[in-house]
């Protein structure tokens, strides 16, 4: 497996990344994932012919995490149907159903890549030292290839909102 160290730091310390960098014109590879119904689901598949924007945290139970995950589901009210936004973390689907509950968030699609972390390696977020995503923030064409990317250098940090959601406009 491809590894890349300090693309990202927690709290400055850096980290290693698994898996290939994906990079603007590549086509983003469809993964299953599981949702909050526990149902399989695949973001690519799963809104074929919609612009796509994909978040990746590494957990909504922090409070960077939880903060940037209401700025995209308030975000995503002025984007209408043409864009399907998911939010995607290794956090288990019981934990997305009660974030979303307590927090009223019911407009985004919350999913999971706990069972195996597949799309965290394949798209190049798999953090070795933590087990969990990368912050992450990309926007996907209809066909779904990346238009738009920026993985967060510092964990810690928020991803660029205006310019995540310029791409899809």
Partial sequence: MEERTGTVTFKGSP???????????????????????MALISPLSHSEGKKKLIITVPSVDTSVCSLESKKFSEA????GDSVAVYIVSADLPF????????????????????RTMEMARSWGLYIKELGLFARAVYALDENGV?????????????????????AVR
């Fill in 76 to 79: 995503a009210k002025g984007l």
């Fill in 15 to 37: 980290m290693t990344l698994e898996g290939p960098e994906l990079k603007e014109g590549a086509i983003a590879p469809d993964v299953t994932l599981t949702g909050q119904n």
């Fill in 146 to 166: 990346v238009i738009y990317r920026e993985v967060v250098s510092e964990i810690a940090n928020e991803p660029d909102y205006d310019a995540a959601l310029s």
């Fill in 95 to 114: 934990a997305l159903n009660r974030w979303c509950a307590a927090e009223g968030v019911d407009n985004l699609t919350m999913a999971s890549d706990y």
